[in-house]
């Protein structure tokens, strides 16, 4: 089975935090601008498009979607 896969997906608008649970529990944070962002991991296309899909279904025009490679884990 594949990992998880982390994006961050940009729109324009500002979404409260409590649209976390809705939006397949994605961390929201804010840019300047009214620019919101969308981060967490998502286990394939399918689920990735379905998140999209949710997005496009409460108006919110996308900005961007970025596939974000995780952290390198230094074990020394």
């Not at 498009?49 to 025009?61: E, N, P, Q, S």
Request: aromatic share 6%; net charge negative.
């Amino acid at each position: 089975m594949p990992a998880r896969q982390l994006y961050r997906i940009r729109v324009e608008g500002v979404l409260k935090p409590t649209w976390s649970e809705w939006l397949d529990g994605m961390t929201i944070s804010q840019e300047p601008g009214d620019v919101t962002i969308l981060s967490g991991s998502v286990r394939d296309q399918a689920e990735l498009f379905g998140l999209l899909t949710k997005v496009r279904d409460m108006g919110l025009t996308l900005i961007s979607v970025n596939r974000v490679e995780p952290p390198e884990v230094d074990n020394n």
